[in-house]
């Protein structure tokens, strides 16, 4: 099985921090996404990659940036956290073939981050 | 841009029963993919199905059916004989055909399975 992996569970920041969230997939895919969610307003883009050094902004980019240095692994990074960026991060991955037959999204199970 | 709305913040089925969740998005493209997820205490996402807007055919996995309805862009999802395994966060979800591999969620909708 496909195995997204996210380094934290749960994290516990101070305003002003620099944080970094840390996501591996296994499967060798060329994909991979940060998504943000939020009661009340689901799922939201913040970047995705879609090869290595390779990215592209979501919905909600700004605050975050990204870093893909190995096919792997892909990080998000706040690099001021503040308190409106306390939400449950989810990575995911999938590959970049014919959109009909590999466009299943593989998913961690959350990083969610407490800025205090 | 594309937007996906489940109006439904909450719904709640007896164990064996059946229970429809609802789901609409806007768009002007015509070929697109459309999703349902499920995201159980765990916050693992599960696939649960999918649609191809080319396929007039509603698609079905098990218990689990949807009602497409291309003109209204109407995208529900049935589930039948509840359980209480399926009590979860379910997110309705569109990706265009065209421009790429992002999803566009929903705000998702709480299932409740009474025993």
């Known amino acids: 099985d496909v195995k997204v992996t996210q380094s934290s569970r749960y994290l516990v920041k101070r305003t002003g921090e620099k944080v970094f969230l840390e996501c591996v997939q296994d499967?060798?895919?060329?994909?991979m996404f940060w998504y943000r969610q939020d009661p009340g307003l689901g799922l939201r883009l913040i970047y995705f990659?879609?090869?290595?050094?390779?990215?592209e902004k979501g919905d909600i980019p700004e605050g975050y940036s990204v870093s893909r240095e190995k096919k792997e692994r892909f990080s998000l990074i706040l690099e001021s956290a503040s308190t409106n960026q306390t939400s449950m991060y989810l990575c995911?991955?999938?590959?970049?073939?014919?959109?009909?037959?590999?466009?299943?999204?593989?998913f961690g199970s959350g990083t969610q981050l407490s800025v205090l | 841009a594309q937007t996906v709305t489940q109006s439904q913040p909450e719904m709640s089925v007896q164990e064996a029963e059946t229970v429809t969740l609802s789901c609409t998005y806007d768009?002007?493209?015509?070929?697109?993919?459309l999703f349902w997820y499920k995201q159980p205490p765990s916050r693992q996402m599960i696939l649960v199905i999918r649609?191809?807007?080319?396929?007039?055919q509603n698609a079905t996995e098990n218990r689990f059916s949807v009602n497409f309805q291309k003109a209204a862009k109407s995208f529900s999802l049935k589930i039948s004989d509840s359980q209480l395994g399926d009590a979860a966060m379910y997110f309705c979800?569109?990706?265009?055909?065209?421009?790429?591999?992002?999803?566009?969620f929903g705000a998702g909708t709480i299932l409740r399975v009474k025993s």
């Open positions: 995911a991955s999938s590959f970049a073939g014919h959109l009909a037959t590999n466009e299943k999204l593989f």
């Open positions: 499967m060798d895919h060329e994909n």
């Open positions: 990659s879609y090869d290595v050094k390779m990215k």
């Open positions: 768009t002007s493209e015509s070929d697109y993919y």
């Open positions: 649609q191809e807007a080319y396929k007039q």
């Open positions: 979800a569109y990706r265009s055909a065209e421009y790429g591999n992002k999803l566009v």
